[in-house]
C-alpha cells in the first residue's frame, strides 16, 4: 500500500512534468511515448518486484497475436489469451495464497492491461475487418483503422499514468493525447467565435487536478478513520446477529458498506488527477462553458450516493470497466447480453465466490428494477409530492439492494456470504 501511494504519488510529479516540458510542442511524439513507457516500467518494477514479469509476458503474448492473428479472429484470440492468463494468476491467489491479498498485488494492473488489450484488439477488428455499416457510431469512432507500432503498443499498455491503477482508455483517444490532438479535436466541436473567441482558448487542468486531490484526501482521511472502524465482518458476528433486530442490521449493512467506499474513491481519484496532470483526459465543454476533465473519470461520487436505481448506481461506478464491458461483451454478445456482461465482470475480477454471488445477484436486481421501473414509475409522475415519494422510497431501496449485493465481494468467501444471506 505505501508503494502504491508513493508510485502515484510520484507519478502525479512526473505526470506535471511530462505535461510541461515533453509537451507535443517540446518533444516528438516517439519521445513522449518512450518516456511514457519506461517511467512506467519502472513503476511496476518498484511497486511489484518479480511479480510485474506477469504484466510483461502477457503484454509480450498479445503482440505476437496482434500481429500474426488474422484481424477476423484477432479480438477473439486476444481475449482469450488475457481473459485466460489473468484467470490462471486469479487462481493463484486462492490455491498458492490461500485467500490472501500479496504484499505485492499484481493482479490489479493485471486487470487493467487485460481490459486495454481486448479493447485495442476489438478496436482494431472493427476496424480493418469490418464494414462501416456494420458498426455502431461509436465503434466507428473508435475503429483502429492501422495494427499499431511497438513502440505505440507499449506506450499504450505500459504508461507510467495508468501503469498502477488505470484507467483503461481507448487507444485512439491516446494516441490523439501523446501526439498533441487531445484536447483540440474536442475544442473544434464548439463554436468558439460564436462565443467570443478569436481562437482557441487554452484549458489548463490545474483547477481540475487541485479538486481532485481534495477528494483524494477526503477519502484517505474517512479510509484511515471509517474503514478501520466499521469493517464488514461485524455484520456476521455471532452477538450482532443475536442482539440487534433485523432493521438495525440493514442499516449497519449500509454504514459499513459506505465505509468499504473511500479506498476505491481514493485509488480512481488519485489515477484520474495523474492522468489529467499529464494533460489526458479533457472531455469537451459543458452546457455553462466550464472545460470537463472527465474523460477517465472513474466514479461520479455524487450521483452513487443519490442514486434512485440499480441502473444508475452501477452507471456511476467504475465508469471505465462498465464502458469496457459494454464495447468488448455487451454489443458484442449473441445472446443474454446482461447475463454474459455480469459473468464476465466476474471473472474479470477473480474467481473468489464472493464475486460470484455479487454478479450473479447484480443480475437479478438489474432485472427486477428494470421491470418496477418500466411497470411503476409513470404512476408517480403526476405531481411533484408523489415523485418526491417515488425518489426518496427508491433510494432506500436501491442503497440497500446494493449494499446486500456487493457484501459478499468483500467477505470473499462462502461461509461468511452464506451466513449473511442467512
Known sequence: QINFVACQLFALLAAFWFRIYLGPSHASSAVRHAFATLFGIYFAVFCFGWYSIH?????????????????????????VVAMGYL???????????????LTTDFSGPLMIITQKITTLACQLHDGIGRQAEELTAEQNRLAVKTRPSLLEYLSYLLNFM?????????YKDYIAFIEG??????????????????????????????YKLCITLVSLILFLTLTKNFPMAYIIDN????????????GYLYVVTQAA?????????????????AGYGFSGVDERGTFRWDLLSNLNIWNIETATSFKMYIENWNIQTAAWLKRVCYDRAPW?????????????????????????TGILITLAARAIRNNCRR????????????????????????????????????????????
Open 55 to 79: 504484466l510483461f509476458v502477457l503484454v509480450v503474448m498479445n503482440y505476437g497475436i496482434m500481429n500474426m492473428a488474422s484481424i477476423p479472429n484477432i479480438h477473439r484470440y486476444s481475449f
Open 261 to 277: 467506499k473511500p479506498k476505491y474513491y481514493f485509488a480512481w481519484t488519485l489515477a484520474d488527477a495523474v492522468n489529467n496532470a
Open 181 to 210: 490532438r487531445h484536447v483540440h479535436m474536442k475544442l473544434l466541436e464548439v463554436n468558439w467565435k460564436q462565443k467570443g473567441y478569436d481562437r482557441l482558448p487554452d484549458p489548463s487542468p490545474t483547477g481540475a487536478v487541485m
Open 87 to 101: 484467470t490462471l494468476c486469479h487462481i493463484s491467489r486462492i490455491y498458492i495464497f490461500h485467500y490472501g491479498i
Open 239 to 250: 452477538e450482532f446477529l443475536d442482539k440487534t433486530p433485523f432493521l438495525s442490521r440493514l
Open 379 to 422: 404512476y408517480f409522475l403526476s405531481s411533484v409530492p408523489l415523485k418526491i415519494a417515488y425518489d426518496v422510497v427508491t433510494w432506500v431501496v436501491t442503497q440497500l439492494a446494493v449494499s446486500y449485493t456487493v457484501a459478499p465481494f468483500v467477505m470473499l468467501a462462502v461461509e461468511p456470504t452464506i451466513k449473511f444471506y442467512k
Open 162 to 170: 495508468s501503469i498502477i491503477a488505470g484507467p483503461c482508455s481507448n
Open 336 to 360: 443474454y447480453p446482461t447475463a454474459l456482461t455480469f459473468i464476465l465482470s466476474a471473472l474479470w475480477h477473480g474467481i473468489y465466490p464472493g464475486y460470484y454471488f455479487t454478479f450473479l
